[in-house]
């Protein structure tokens, strides 16, 4: 129940495409749901987060849709760059300790 | 730039050894969480401290303690070291609990 399942597992897509990741929970505590971009050799960076509260959140070229009847949650990058090139992880949590159950990754691929 | 920074960035040390990773977190956090990031198991909660007491475990093993300092900066303490122990340590800050966490560059563990 503690689980994050991220697909797919790897991604190419064109420049000026958009890139869908998806990820699915089973824990219906889970309140927190941020989107994190690791680049090689570097610490996840905080992309995008959303609460339950609300279905869509856009900030730039990112995307969160929310499904809660589902508990399916996937990030959308419009226009994508090959500066967007890296790992890409969901994660999720819930209760007041907050700390975050991440899905495998999505190693993501913009063919210039 | 996240603002938590992450001693050493690497380390090399033998089976049987002990080493301790450090984190200091951005101004202001007051909740340390530590994680990490293998390749077969992904990124993965290790244990969280807030205002200087342990407040969640995740999948630690007995070989690991920790503990957050006054001036909240916090340690991870690895002992007789595995080379399954070899990966990537992350320390990430938030200001309350279950708040955005932002990540450190991480530390680089290899257990020869």
């Known amino acids: 129940q503690q689980q994050v399942k991220q697909s797919p597992q790897s991604l190419i897509v064109q420049k000026g495409g958009i890139s869908i990741i998806n990820c699915a929970y089973e824990?219906?505590?889970?309140?927190?749901f941020p989107w994190y971009q690791q680049f090689p050799g570097k610490g996840p960076a905080l992309l995008i987060a959303?609460?339950?509260?609300?279905s869509e959140k856009k900030e730039g070229r990112f995307t969160i849709s929310f499904n809660k009847s589902a508990k399916q949650f996937s990030l959308h990058i419009m226009d994508s760059q090959p500066g967007d090139s890296a790992t890409y992880f969901c994660a999720a949590s819930g209760g007041s300790q907050g700390n975050l159950i991440f899905g495998k990754g999505t190693k993501l691929s913009v063919k210039p | 730039d996240s603002g938590v920074t992450q001693t050493p960035k690497h380390l090399i040390t033998a089976t049987g050894q002990r080493v301790t990773l450090r984190c200091s977190p951005r101004?202001?956090?007051?909740?340390v969480y530590w994680y990490q990031q293998s390749l077969d198991q992904g990124l993965q909660f290790l244990i969280q401290y807030y205002n200087g007491e342990e407040r969640a475990k995740g999948n630690i093993l007995e070989r690991f303690s920790a503990q957050q300092f006054p001036d909240l900066h916090s340690e991870l303490n690895l002992s007789s070291l595995e080379l399954g122990d070899s990966a990537l340590y992350f320390c990430?800050?938030?200001?309350?609990?279950?708040?955005?966490?932002?990540f450190g560059p991480g530390t680089r563990l290899t257990v020869t």
């Open positions: 101004s202001g956090d007051l909740s």
């Open positions: 990430a800050s938030s200001v309350v609990l279950g708040g955005e966490q932002y």
């Open positions: 959303i609460r339950p509260d609300v």
């Open positions: 824990n219906t505590a889970f309140d927190y």
